[in-house]
């Protein structure tokens, strides 16, 4: 079992940065990939990005690619997600999940065993 929290969401105008964070109970953290998804009102929850259990390999989604930056710390038990140069059509709750699975390849949300409770973020323009 895996508790997972994440924090640093919030207000933010439209060029600004914000890192969110996700801590994981337990000590198998490194045990698990970790992903990042989002979801706008009204809209359905998409994939953002993925990081390794070794944090060697990421995945981002590919219209987020040079603003969206996942990283980890397996010692912190900790995964983020900076984020730069936002935009209004960034606003949504971020979540972080965990999967029992390699990152081998695209992990579709169902994949994922356990997920974050999520984190606002919303970009002002």
């Known amino acids: 079992q895996v508790q997972l929290t994440e924090s640093g969401g919030g207000l933010v105008q439209a060029g600004g940065s914000l890192r969110l964070s996700c801590a994981a109970s337990g000590r198998t953290f490194s045990m698990y990939t970790m992903g990042w998804f989002r979801q706008a009102p009204g809209k359905e929850r998409e994939f953002v990005a993925a990081?390794?259990?070794?944090?060697?390999?990421?995945r981002h989604a590919d219209p987020l690619k040079g603003r969206f930056t996942v990283s980890r710390d397996n010692a912190a038990n900790t995964v983020y997600l900076q984020m730069n140069s936002l935009k209004p059509e960034d606003t949504a709750v971020y979540y972080c999940a965990a999967s029992r699975y390699l990152l081998a390849g695209p992990l579709p949300e169902s994949e994922y065993q356990y997920w974050g409770q999520g984190t606002q973020v919303t970009v002002s323009s």
């Open positions: 990081i390794s259990r070794s944090g060697s390999s990421t």
